[in-house]
């Protein structure tokens, strides 16, 4: 089956009416364990007329052993990229709608400090729903799209982007517990890590508000 790939119809579109788009999509929402992450991808009118990176997709439809090259890619494409973060334990206390969008507003504040204003621009947002209002952003203009991640470019490049940024995270977090797999996982829901949860509780990094399993937890 082919795969559609992203344009720029939309961007170029948005581009006529203001002069940045600043694309956002989320990676690790649905995960067990570990942070969510809010890729954050600038494109203005000159890269709009540049040609989309080879192989750039939504990160769940670039295979594993590409996606760093298509990630780096995309980042020298796009006019400035960011990843904001939100942990487990936030996602605990605020719910995890209200701490995609502390990402989100993390995310902007990193592209604020590289120059950016996203009072300027307009924001994509993969999906349905304004997560980053809620969350206490104020002067944005936000436009949700969905499908954004597989029909946009940018918002394609903040997939991918956040995605390589929080696997390798995750890969690194493994290291300290090495029992629930995450550096295959990712801490997503896999038989391995539901298994290793049973077995021996609830780490720090998992989202314990979550009904993941009758385990008990450890701190």
């Known amino acids: 089956m082919t795969v559609a790939e992203p344009r720029l ?3 170029r579109r948005l581009l006529k009416e203001h002069p940045i788009v600043i694309a956002c999509d989320e990676v690790g929402r649905g995960a067990l364990a570990g942070p969510v992450a809010v890729g954050a991808a600038v494109i203005d009118a000159p890269r709009s007329r540049k040609r989309i990176p080879q192989g750039l997709r ?3 439809l670039v295979p594993e052993l590409r996606r760093a090259d298509v990630a780096a890619r995309a980042a020298s494409w796009v006019s400035a990229s960011a990843v904001g973060w939100s942990s487990s334990a936030e996602i605990d ?3 995890i709608m209200r701490a995609l969008g502390l990402a989100t507003i993390r995310a902007l504040a990193d592209l604020r400090a590289h120059g950016i204003v996203p009072e300027e621009a307009i924001v994509i947002l993969d999906g349905n729903y304004d997560y980053i209002t809620p969350a206490g952003a104020t002067g944005l203009l936000v436009r949700p799209v969905i499908k954004a991640d597989r029909d946009c470019a940018s918002a394609a490049a903040a997939s991918v ?3 390589v940024a929080r696997d390798a995270l995750m890969t690194r977090l493994h290291d300290d517990e090495p029992v629930y797999g ?3 996982n990712k801490g997503y829901a896999s038989p391995d890590h539901r298994d290793a949860i049973r077995s021996h509780g609830l780490s720090a990094q998992h989202r314990a508000s979550w009904s993941i399993a009758d385990a008990p937890t450890l701190f």
């Open 9 to 11: 119809t939309l961007e």
């Open 58 to 60: 939504d990160s769940k």
């Open 93 to 95: 206390e605020i719910g």
């Open 161 to 163: 982007i956040a995605k």
């Open 182 to 184: 995450w550096a295959r």
